[in-house]
């Protein structure tokens, strides 16, 4: 749940009991002071039967009926020991309706004979402005809230926009991008904090791995030479004529070993430098031609092994850069070649949609999660297994994107989409 | 035929020349920069074994000297780097070709014959070996008079042998020469055993004595039987 709304949730729920329990209080307090002031009334008018029976010693007569108060007189033996008041149902003289009458009871004595006086007042004027008051302050309390609720959704919304400008460019953020990342100046101090503290993060660890790739790519070259020494020494060794079967034979081994030391060399050199940005430079190129071209190349091997090849091979001119372009190309047709067994099936297709490489192996289904990391290799194999994570950093850095899949129960097939919807 | 090798690497440059020096009378080291410097200002090479990455300067300087100097050698630069810019640059500022490292030694000989033939004789057209006759422009070969029909990889094949003669040649180097970065289905060389078969087939149907040896476990070795 967003914070805004938790905030708004608490906040709305804290402020409605609150508003409650005012307006309960509030209308009560006013009840009462609005029902004090009826009992001084009614008082007033207790002094005034008092005087007039202290004065004339006969009970007061109602000339006429008055509206919103009765006077009754009732005989009692003995006084009451003290004044009640009290709040009972009567009915109006005057209009005959129902209704609240606030009363006061007390004793008087004319001539020896006690009465029990009640004076009852309506209490509908009371009630009439006690409710209107009440409705009023609902209104307001409803308003306040509506208001409120606005305010901070909109309010709190656009308050939050710097945040959440900040987590769109993390999203896009990428340790491999040259730059850090590049975020405004907001006002938010929070937001000021966040934004200062990450861009510094991500410069640090732009440049750390900058550094780690001009390393990496550093190392690989200086390799190259000892590679060299190597293999020259090879060369030198087998113009012996007297070298025993098993010597040959451990020579061979070691070619073999340094030829693949020298492709995993130059494979990491790539990688890295694709990683580094080096192929960004792109120009429509034709992906029919060079596939075509590369398909020329492995004419013989496809025939020595007796591949089956099926091509349906489609015009397709994107804007690429043409040295990872042919790069793409070279790994996936490579792999499927070499992955082949004698006697199987190759199948390509091409259009403006996606290329299509599918062939046979003498592996079951590949799993997908380690296919594209570097040096994930399935089962015993001769190559080094960095061709695929090639592949896949090609196509991240072009937008494109590659799948898996296992078709037919026999076909490895990969496809490129070059628009780089994703399509699992 | 003098030879210069311009390397840091010793091991490296005493393995070129050790190769080389069946072919070449002369072949000298220069370390770094200024050694360099001075061999190439002091005598005149046939070719020059050019390392890039030298201490004491960049080997594109002395290249740049060299040409400036209007000298006639026959470059070939030999870079751990592999970048096409890199190999644009040097031949660009005159050399003569690029050989990125680790090389097969049967392949840095036969790009310095390469050099050398072009220079020498502006051009010589034909290569022989016994009765082998390779017209270099034309790209056909010749047993005697007769012309022996090949195949473009069969015809490479031929070059590298004679190019290399008398010395043997790995499967590695072979490989390498035919198909670029074979490296990765290292130990495969199925399809190179049948370039070979074909090309002995076509020379010996030809009349030819039957050139290329086999040297077992290891490659092969162009010689006269």
Known sequence: MKLATRYQRSYLLSTIVIFLIASTAFYLLLHRVLIFQMDEDLEIEQREIETYVSRFQALPQNVLPVEDQIVTYTKVDAPLRAPIRRTKQMRDAVEKEAGDFRQLTFSVRVKDQWYQAAVSKSLDATEGLTRQIALIALMIIALLLVLLFLINRYVLRRLWKPFYRTVAQLKAFGIDNRNGLVLPQVETEEFALLNATLSAASDKAVKDYALLRTFTENASHELQTPLAVVRSKLDLLIQDEALSASQSEMIANAYTALDKMRHLNQSLLELAKIESGQYTQTVQVDIQALLLDKLRDFDELLQSKEISLTTNIGGCIIQANPVTAEMLLDNLVTNAVYHNVNGGRFAIELNATRLLVCNTSGHAALAPARLFTRFGKTGASARTGLGLAIVKQICEANGYEVQYEYADNELHCFSVFWDGADRT | ?225
């Open chain 2, 1 to 225: 035929m003098k030879i210069l090798i311009v390397e840091d690497e010793a091991a490296l440059a005493d393995s070129i020349c050790t190769y080389l020096r069946h072919e070449y009378a002369v072949c000298e080291h220069a370390a770094d920069f200024p050694a360099a410097r001075e061999k190439i200002e002091g005598a005149d090479y046939d070719c020059i074994i050019l390392d890039i990455n030298l201490p004491g300067g960049s080997g594109l300087q002395l290249l740049a000297e060299l040409k400036a100097d209007k000298k006639e050698e026959g470059v070939l630069i030999i870079s751990a780097r592999n970048a096409t810019d890199d190999k644009i640059t040097g031949l660009r500022m005159g050399a003569d070709d690029y050989l990125t490292k680790p090389f097969h030694l049967s392949e840095l000989s036969a790009r310095v014959e390469a050099i050398i033939r072009r220079k020498s004789f502006s051009g010589a057209t034909i290569l022989s070996y016994d009765q082998l006759h390779l017209d270099l422009n034309a790209k056909v070969v010749r047993i005697n008079d007769r012309v022996v029909e090949l195949t473009r990889k069969e015809y490479d094949l031929l070059l590298y042998f004679v190019s290399n003669k008398s010395k043997v040649i790995s499967k590695s180097a072979l490989a390498d020469h035919l198909w670029e970065d074979f490296g990765d289905s290292a130990g495969n060389y199925d399809f190179l055993y049948t370039h070979i078969k074909n090309l002995r087939r076509k020379l010996v149907s030809a009349g030819a004595p039957d050139y290329i040896q086999s040297v077992y476990g290891i490659g092969y070795k162009l010689h006269i039987p």
